[in-house]
Each structure stands twice: as C-alpha cells, then as structure tokens.
C-alpha cells in the first residue's frame, strides 16, 4: 500500500513560479512510477507530467512542456512538480500518482494510487 500526501498549492499570479510536493508512504516508492495529473471543474483529468523509477525519463503534457519540471529524491520518498511562467489555465486541483510498475504511462487509469490532491489558482 503507498500513501500520497500533495502540498505546495497556493494562490499565485500569472508568470509566478510554485513547486508542489507529494511525500510518499511505503517501501516501493523507489520502483514505482510517478506521475502528476491535474482537473480543472468540469474538465477531464489532464496529464501533467511523468518520471521514471529512476528519474532518468521524464516525459510532459504538450501545454506544460518547457514550462514545469518533473523530478525525484527517492532517498526522501517525494516527487517534485516546479511549475514556472504559470498562466491562469493552469488552475486547477493537482494530483500526484504512483503506478506500482517501471513501465512509463500518461493515463490516469494507469495508476494505482492517488494523493487527495492540491489546488492551484493563478490569478490573471
């Protein structure tokens, strides 16, 4: 069983930066796969970004890339989400995700575990 706890939410305005974290419960966290997804209201959940098991592979959703970094400290069970140039559309809930498998995926439905999720709000 893993436990995802998400912080690092906040209100912040257009071209600001924040960085989420999500701390990870139990001892597979070093091979799991991690994901970060994110639903604004009455929006499907949206992929935001994925890094391998060993951090070496890292992949992005086409409206974040070049903008969030995806990354992880396994010896600290988290995974990082450094979110730059944040725009308005960018508000919504953010879900962090581990998937018990070294395969690398962008679907939700791919992921066994979910943190309870950590609002964004980018004021215009």
């Known amino acids: 069983q893993v436990q995802l706890v998400e912080s690092g939410g906040g209100l912040v305005q257009a071209g600001g930066s924040l960085r989420l974290s999500c701390a990870a419960s139990?001892?597979?966290?070093?091979?799991?796969?991690m994901g970060w997804f994110r639903q604004a209201p009455g929006k499907e959940r949206e992929f935001v970004a994925v890094?391998?098991?060993?951090?070496?592979?890292?992949y992005y959703g086409d409206s974040v890339m070049g903008r969030f970094t995806i990354s992880r400290d396994n010896a600290k069970n988290t995974v990082y989400l450094q979110m730059n140039s944040l725009k308005p559309e960018d508000t919504a809930v953010y879900y962090c995700?581990?998937?018990?498998?070294?395969?690398?995926?962008?679907?939700?439905?791919?992921?066994?575990?979910w943190g309870q999720g950590t609002q964004v709000t980018v004021s215009s």
């Open positions: 139990g001892r597979t966290f070093s091979s799991n796969t």
């Open positions: 995700a581990a998937r018990e498998s070294r395969v690398v995926v962008r679907t939700p439905a791919s992921y066994d575990y």
């Open positions: 890094i391998s098991w060993s951090g070496g592979s890292t």
